[in-house]
């Protein structure tokens, strides 16, 4: 009874850690969740956790320029009162001026979540302004698959430490199983 068990445990194991370790592993980086509570100008915004958030590898004009409010009425309407998510820079995190440094999601429709920082580029609302980062603003997409089973968000840390933990998991599960195996198919010494 334990070794049917166990065998059919073991492959839904490994698939739970294949599928983890697969997710962990896409171009959507999500750090943190938050509200956007105001727009500072085109790219740059206030949280309702008191970060102020410095949009990755793109530059809007500022204020007094041409196209300044064009960008900061369009950040807007992607973002203000709007649930975030934040891949947040794993080289630096803040710029000079303490705030974080991210690329920013926000969700588009039931399977997709919209590249807030690839939508300023798109729209011609802000250029590339390629920092020394993990970015690389040239590999964007406009849109990124939502994936239903992770809702709500969890930071990619917590994913990786869930991958790590289901794989351990299963690897004492496999040993066990062959020991288990291994014991069964002694044969009994006879005195």
Not at 38 to 44: N, S
Not at 101 to 109: D, E, T
Not at 131 to 156: I, V
Not at 161 to 180: E, H, R
């Amino acid at each position: 009874m334990k070794r049917k068990l166990l065998s059919f445990l073991v492959p839904i194991v490994l698939i739970l850690s294949f599928l983890l370790v697969a997710h962990s592993s896409s171009s959507m980086e999500i750090d943190a969740t938050t509200v956007v509570s105001k727009v500072i100008d085109g790219d740059t915004f206030d949280t309702t956790s008191e970060d102020r958030i410095r949009l990755a590898d793109v530059d809007t004009p500022e204020k007094g320029e041409s196209g300044y409010y064009e960008a900061k009425n369009f950040l807007t309407s992607l973002v203000y009162n709007k649930q975030v998510c934040l891949d947040i820079d794993d080289v630096y995190e803040t710029d000079k001026y303490g705030r974080l440094v991210c690329v920013v999601y926000v969700r588009h429709n039931s399977t997709h979540f919209k590249n807030v920082n690839k939508a300023l580029l798109v729209e011609d609302y802000a250029v590339i302004w390629n920092f020394n980062n993990e970015f690389d603003p040239y590999t964007w997409t406009l849109y990124c698959p939502k994936e239903e089973s992770l809702e709500p968000f969890l930071p990619t840390s917590q994913l990786y430490m869930i991958a790590i933990a289901v794989t351990v998991i299963s690897a004492i599960i496999v040993f066990v199983l062959y020991k288990m195996r291994r014991v069964s198919a002694k044969p009994s010494s006879s005195s």
